[in-house]
């Protein structure tokens, strides 16, 4: 065998890696990034914090020295709306964490939009995963983060690619909390600094959205600080 | 049982008909209009003859006096590439019908992204069925044109909606090919006059491209004259 192409079996597959700004994506690339190469892509869907997410995306891709990188713009989700995270005429829900049924934060089959893209990136540049920060626990009520979902997904890929793509979607925090994800990024040593969860504010996060409400209940209990900063804190 | 009520179970559901412009996203949305009323969505994907289809559509949807209509944008696909219909560095191939393997004009995972637009707008406004156009003969080479691709795309919609939302994608001319198609046309009386096929050109079809090929040897099997001209016709 030549040294060649002995160097080419060696190098790690390609892994795109859907970096929302968030803190579960963010951890989710660095647990990609120890085994794969990683291409980030990250998805303007016309929600409220549109801007504060894209510039958390570059910052942790900056970190992380990632040159591949894809933004891609489906905007046209705000002319759909029927979400409080893209039409504006639907309040941003305060201190809601466990109400149950489908929270007004839900954008209708959102997911399946942000897959297609990675799909179709991933056939291009020859990705071999992507990997998803979906957790099923703490967002029980969106019907396109749970297990089934990705499953079908999988098989979806499948049947729309060609017989030679062998793309697989990974969720390594699908069956995490919030406390656990902040635990695996403690391990991992995730920036967390650089990350961006409000789902109302871009300056400073409000504390008071599901979101808000979720990270800081898991960093308390994982006892770590939250390194980011909330409205009428000392 | 009140009158009101009667007339609200009588009402015909409601179907969104993917309108590309072509000829048999034309004659699936007439297929539909016959039992449904209709909500017509376009999407541009930065293939090389945007514009042209943008007006075919626009066409059609006055021509039925469709008032519900959506235009989304994901030239995303564009930056993607891989693509003879996206990446003008890559010629569309001229008479290449009946070649083996998957045409160069294959634009990746290209109609998950189109049912994912179908079936967030869908479940917004109500929704029952989505209709697409697509055929297993003519485009056996798409692997995104297949039945089994489409019965794995319902049952990713089943997973990843509400619980109460129910849409099914319809995909009426599956097992036609061209000649069929025009014959359905001719009976459902579509105006084959606003639509467009051609891959290459705007302004005249270039007759050459597979698109092309495909509608013109559909015509003359179904001894049905093409309204549309041609580059170098009489």
Same mark, same amino acid.
């Given at each position: 065998m030549i040294s060649g192409s002995k160097e080419r079996q060696q190098e790690p597959?390609?892994?795109i890696c859907l970096v929302s700004g968030g803190l579960d994506s963010c951890v989710t690339a660095a647990i990609a990034?120890?085994?794969?190469?990683? $291409?980030?892509?990250?998805? %303007?869907? /016309?929600q409220r914090t549109e801007e504060r997410e894209l510039k958390a995306f570059e910052a942790i891709a900056d970190y992380y020295g990632v040159r591949e990188r894809l933004v891609a713009d489906i905007s046209y989700l705000k002319a759909i709306g029927g979400s409080a995270l893209t039409d504006?005429?639907?309040?941003?829900?305060?201190?809601?964490l466990g109400k149950p049924g489908i929270p007004i934060t839900y954008v209708p089959f959102r997911n399946s939009h942000i897959l297609a893209i990675a799909t179709s990136w991933g056939e291009v540049i020859g990705?071999?995963?992507?990997?998803?920060? $979906?957790?099923?626990?703490? %967002?029980? /009520?969106?019907?396109?983060?749970?297990?089934?979902?990705f499953a079908a997904y999988n098989r979806l890929i499948k049947e729309g690619t060609r017989p030679e793509t062998k793309i697989e979607i990974v969720t390594p925090l699908i069956d995490?909390?919030?406390?656990?994800?902040?635990?695996?990024?403690?391990?991992?040593k995730v920036?967390?600094?650089?990350?961006?969860?409000?789902?109302?504010?871009?300056?400073?996060?409000?504390?008071?959205?599901?979101?808000?409400?979720?990270?800081?209940?898991?960093?308390?209990?994982?006892?770590?600080?939250?390194?980011i900063p909330y409205e009428g804190q000392q």
């Amino acid at each position: 065998m030549i040294s060649g192409s002995k160097e080419r079996q060696q190098e790690p597959p390609l892994a795109i890696c859907l970096v929302s700004g968030g803190l579960d994506s963010c951890v989710t690339a660095a647990i990609a990034m120890q085994n794969c190469r990683p $291409a980030f892509l990250h998805v %303007n869907y /016309g929600q409220r914090t549109e801007e504060r997410e894209l510039k958390a995306f570059e910052a942790i891709a900056d970190y992380y020295g990632v040159r591949e990188r894809l933004v891609a713009d489906i905007s046209y989700l705000k002319a759909i709306g029927g979400s409080a995270l893209t039409d504006h005429d639907i309040p941003v829900p305060e201190g809601s964490l466990g109400k149950p049924g489908i929270p007004i934060t839900y954008v209708p089959f959102r997911n399946s939009h942000i897959l297609a893209i990675a799909t179709s990136w991933g056939e291009v540049i020859g990705a071999r995963y992507i990997y998803i920060g $979906a957790t099923e626990l703490d %967002n029980s /009520g969106y019907p396109d983060c749970r297990k089934s979902y990705f499953a079908a997904y999988n098989r979806l890929i499948k049947e729309g690619t060609r017989p030679e793509t062998k793309i697989e979607i990974v969720t390594p925090l699908i069956d995490s909390d919030k406390e656990m994800v902040v635990r695996r990024g403690v391990a991992l040593k995730v920036p967390f600094h650089l990350t961006w969860s409000c789902y109302q504010n871009q300056d400073i996060a409000c504390g008071k959205c599901e979101s808000c409400l979720l990270r800081i209940k898991g960093f308390a209990a994982a006892g770590v600080t939250d390194p980011i900063p909330y409205e009428g804190q000392q």
